[in-house]
């Protein structure tokens, strides 16, 4: 999914969208230009894209029959995959993850078809946030190159400035090691936004294989990565996969 993420402006962002019922609560927009994001990528470096979508959903039946729309992204120029499914804690939220090879693909994507598909949504939600990440690191797998899981997690981390080294090492050496010999893991990405705000998105087989491995995994590695003092904040999300919104890489 790539909705119409052209049309927003973090600068004034209600002069764009006015939701008829108030957003899902947890829901905090920080709408960006995906577009001119991706431009100002384009200049600096040559990384996968990680697209991630959040929309606060006044229609799910009509969304998720939206959402099927975007298998015509197969067979585009740099698309890598797209996955997706509703927000465990707050139902009405809806986060959709895409990959692209570079930005220029990202670019010629959002300049062309993207419109299109785009109209299948309309008036299915009633508010939208876009974020794209540079791919960092991978751990074990792609997420796009494994199937059967059901759960995504995903952990927006803001770093202090000063910790910043150490917390990528920390993520290389120690979190990903332990995830990759976790029983259920699936794939995931270690990506950046902003100098100091990174995502961590894993999937695994089930909700009962995360919490396993938050249960018996975590405290041990977070003694490890010295995870304490490199945090400023942490958000966390669990989203149930819907397999029919699943899109196939471009071969």
Not at 12 to 22: A, E, F, G, K
Not at 133 to 148: A, F, N, S
Not at 151 to 170: D, K, Q, Y
Not at 216 to 232: S, T, Y
Request: net charge positive.
């Amino acid at each position: 999914m790539a909705v119409a993420a052209r049309n927003l402006e973090a600068s004034n962002p209600s002069q764009h969208l006015q939701p008829r019922n108030p957003p899902c609560p947890g829901f905090t927009p920080a709408r960006v230009n995906s577009t001119r994001i991706a431009r100002s990528l384009m200049r600096r470096v040559n990384h996968v894209l990680l697209k991630w979508i959040r929309c606060a959903v006044c229609d799910p039946a009509a969304f998720g029959r939206g959402q099927r729309a975007w298998a015509d992204l197969r067979g585009f120029a740099g698309f890598l995959g797209q996955r997706g499914g509703w927000d465990r804690t707050n139902p009405g939220v809806a986060h959709v993850f895409g990959l692209w090879a570079d930005p220029a693909s990202y670019e010629a994507f959002m300049s062309g078809p993207h419109d299109l598909l785009a109209r299948h949504q309309a008036g299915t939600f009633t508010d939208i946030d876009v974020q794209l990440y540079e791919t960092r690191q991978t751990i074990g797998h792609l997420p796009e190159q494994v199937t059967g899981q059901q759960i995504l997690r995903v952990a927006r981390c803001e770093v202090s400035p000063e910790r910043v080294t150490h917390f990528t090492n920390a993520q290389a050496s120690v979190w990903n090691p332990g995830m990759i010999r976790a029983p259920g893991f699936r794939g995931g990405i270690f990506a950046q936004r902003e100098p100091n705000e990174f995502l961590v998105v894993t999937q695994w087989e089930t909700a009962d294989a995360h919490d396993e491995y938050r249960r018996e995994r975590v405290p041990g590695l977070r003694e490890r990565a010295k995870m304490i003092r490199d945090m400023q904040s942490i958000i966390g999300h669990q989203i149930a996969l819907q397999t029919t919104w699943y899109v196939a890489r471009t071969t």
